[in-house]
């Protein structure tokens, strides 16, 4: 069964640094999303990517944040320089279409900044 | 402003004990209604999407049913290997984000 990929599982980073999560989405999936949990929260929406570009983004998803799909198979998360809090589960979603119809999520990251 | 809320927060059944959950949201146009099983430590895992007032879906002893402002999770004779969280979550017309709910945490004993 195909499933999204996030690596790696489990990141603990310094407040400043910058960390870049990964995901290699389902092979036929044209949009791309990430989202994040801080732990005891809903689940939330950061942004969403299709053709190459961002198609919408949360207030959540500030200029500490980008995403870039470098390749045909990963895409990637960064956030520049880490605050306390920042974190949070992140996951990776994809999508054959537009919305979140049948989205697949990955198992996630889980970011620890001290 | 969109938002979902789940109920109860926390359910604890009997296997075998059938039961429903509560998802009310409020939308500006509802593009579909989604149910997702979390399991600890791991990503929603999609169950169902609806889309229209009157829908239903099943998937072994889960049906999902919706109205224009609430959905039900029903869970007939449920099993142990149904405890999770159930995570409900709306989309509008015109955006990508899903709006998530708090879940609902459900333990089966048997």
């Known amino acids: 069964e195909p499933e999204v990929t996030q690596t790696p599982s489990h990141q603990v980073t310094q407040m400043g640094q910058e960390v870049i999560l990964r995901c290699v989405p389902i092979s036929n999936h044209l949009y791309f999303y990430w989202y994040r949990q801080i732990l005891g929260q809903k689940v939330e929406f950061l942004v969403s990517f299709y053709n190459n570009e961002i198609s919408e983004k949360s207030e959540i998803f500030d200029d500490q944040f980008s995403v870039e799909r470098p390749d045909g198979s990963n895409f990637t998360l960064k956030i520049r320089s880490t605050k306390l809090e920042d974190s949070a589960m992140y996951f990776c979603?994809?999508?054959?279409?537009?919305?979140?119809?049948?989205?697949?999520f990955g198992q996630g990251t889980r970011l620890t900044v001290v | 402003e969109d938002q979902v809320t789940q109920s109860p927060e926390a359910l604890r059944l009997q296997e075998g004990e059938s039961s429903s959950l509560n998802c009310s949201y409020t939308v500006s146009g509802l593009r579909g209604l989604f149910w997702y099983r979390q399991d600890p430590g791991k990503g929603p895992e999609f169950l169902f999407t609806?889309?229209?007032a009157g829908e239903e879906k099943e998937k072994e002893r889960l049906k999902a049913t919706l109205t224009k402002k609430e959905s039900f999770l029903h869970i007939t004779a449920p099993k142990p290997e149904d405890s999770a969280t159930y995570l409900c979550?709306?989309?509008?017309?015109?955006?990508?984000?899903?709006?998530f709910g708090t879940g609902t945490r459900l333990q089966v004993f048997p």
């Open positions: 979550a709306v989309q509008a017309r015109n955006t990508d984000k899903l709006i």
């Open positions: 609806l889309y229209s």
């Open positions: 979603a994809s999508s054959v279409e537009l919305g979140m119809s049948e989205a697949f």
